[in-house]
Nanobody, 121 residues
Framework: QVQLVESGGGLVQAGGSLRLSCVAS????????MGWYRQAPGKQRELVAA???????NYADSVKGRFTISRDNAKNTVYLQMNSVRSEDTAVYYC???????????????WGQGTQVTVSA
């Protein structure tokens, strides 16, 4: 069994900063892509940022220059540093990871339970 557990969400004022963390645990051979998605009320889940195993990153246009994704492969952890947050960043943030549990073996996509981020004016 593999679990992704997020932490670091909460209430933050507009213009402030917040750091999200997500730890993967369980039987893990390798973790390929890791990423953060978010879903605001009444909207579809969208990609915020993603990072490959070699550190290549990808960001949604709406967060470029404000958010930074990083990972610690030794700790099976991905982070999202959120700076200069805006009210439109309010959403539930979900961690996502593509994980292989054996070699040779398939890669499966896993999701965390989500952490609420609320930005106040």
């Amino acid at each position: 069994q593999v679990q992704l557990v997020e932490s670091g969400g909460g209430l933050v004022q507009a213009g402030g900063s917040l750091r999200l963390s997500c730890v993967a645990s369980g039987i893990i051979f390798s973790i390929n892509h890791m990423g953060w998605y978010r879903q605001a009320p009444g909207k579809q889940r969208e990609l915020v940022a993603a990072i490959t195993s070699d550190g290549t990153t990808n960001y949604a246009d709406s967060v470029k220059g404000r958010f930074t994704i990083s990972r610690d492969n030794a700790k099976n952890t991905v982070y999202l540093q959120m700076n200069s947050v805006r009210s439109e960043d309010t959403a539930v943030y979900y961690c996502n990871a593509h994980i292989s549990r054996s070699i040779p073996g398939p890669t499966f996509q896993y999701w965390g339970q989500g952490t609420q981020v609320t930005v106040s004016a």
